[in-house]
């Protein structure tokens, strides 16, 4: 009788999200069967206040501790390499604060156990409460309009307004071909962190997911969505809420460092992988633009404004000139 496939789990924390870290954890122990590992890798996070309360949901956990924060980048890196160490048949990865709902590893497990090639195959959860994946279960194709900045699309957002175009409801797709995959809810072979390598710590944060798996895809591997395995993220990130107000980048609720890496990595992968074109630099002009009005009527300091509109503009150089890196503020 064949043997059911096993895998580790990596994710990464930092900070004092021990709370939200547990829940991700106590959430795996429906699957514990199908687990060889769990490693967590701490960015200078309060994982030691909270180690005793993780091992009732799993035996000896694996604590990677980093001697500080070095980004989600180089966290997953070091996570994966681990994960190769077990010898396991796949790596699932997580976030921190991503609830996998029940019965969802093992969905993926029949799923990639099924599949034509799945050495080749990586699959990826729905992700509750976001638009792109919604569309993409609905209409069969990823939602993300193409030379959109940071998923800002005038195109897109002027069809949206004119057909008053409403969210649509998941599931009436099993599986959906997406251009790349974030880390949260993303199950692979081993064999792609030995094709592929680790993820490239020089992104410090955001993007370093969709570049991995792009990578992946150039060398031969499929990404599909897979309606019936979700995740829901039980913290809200800050860009999701700060996107909401629309003026997210030049607000100063927004630290300079998230806007830094998320505007100079979009700008990298955009010339990276030959996204960028006219449309792309009138994306971002108008998000920006948007976004400086907005500061300016609701925090009211022109002089604040201008200088996160300088910031934007030192990253938007970096990312051109292919300047990654950990960003040292002058």
């Not at 209409?139 to 969210?167: M, T």
């Not at 071909?177 to 680790?198: C, E, I, K, M, N």
């Not at 992104?203 to 370093?208: E, K, S």
């Not at 971002?284 to 009211?300: D, F, N, P, Q």
């Amino acid at each position: 009788m064949r043997k059911p496939p096993r895998l580790s789990i990596v994710t990464v924390t930092y900070g004092r999200r021990a709370h939200l870290l547990e829940r991700t954890i106590s959430a795996l122990a429906q699957s514990r069967e199908l687990i060889d590992a769990i490693i967590i890798v701490n960015n200078l996070g309060e994982i030691d206040k909270t180690s005793k309360t993780l091992e009732q949901f799993i035996e000896k956990p694996i604590i990677l501790d980093l001697k500080r924060n070095t980004g989600s980048a180089n966290g997953f890196a070091v996570g994966i390499d681990r994960a190769l160490q077990e010898k396991s048949d796949y790596i699932l990865l997580l976030d921190d604060d991503n609830l996998l709902l029940e019965g969802s590893i093992e969905r993926l497990i029949e799923i990639i156990s099924s599949a034509r090639d799945p050495i080749h195959t990586v699959l990826t959860c729905l992700r509750r409460g976001r638009r792109e994946y919604a569309d993409a279960a609905e209409q069969g194709k990823y939602g993300v309009p193409k030379n959109a900045f940071l998923g800002f699309s005038l195109l897109s957002k002027s069809r949206d307004i004119l057909w008053n175009r409403k969210q649509s409801k998941a599931g009436k797709k099993l599986l959906v071909p997406l251009p790349s995959a974030p880390y949260g809810g993303t199950l692979f072979h081993r064999q792609l962190a030995l094709d592929v390598g680790l993820p490239d710590k020089d992104f410090f944060l955001y993007f370093d997911d969709k570049d991995y798996f792009l990578r992946a895809k150039e060398v031969g591997f499929d990404v599909l969505l897979v309606t019936e395995a979700q995740i829901e993220d039980i913290d809200t990130s800050w860009n999701r809420v700060m996107r909401r107000e629309g003026h997210y980048l030049t607000s100063k609720f927004t630290s300079e460092e998230k806007v830094y890496y998320v505007v100079r990595n979009s700008v990298f992968l955009a010339n990276k992988y030959k996204e960028k074109g006219i449309l792309f630099w009138i994306n971002a002009v108008t998000l920006i633009s948007i976004s400086a009005i907005k500061t300016i009527m609701r925090e009211g300091n022109i002089l604040a404004t201008a200088k996160r509109l300088k910031l934007i503009s030192t990253a938007i150089k970096a990312g051109k000139g292919r300047d990654l890196g950990e960003w040292r503020k002058n």
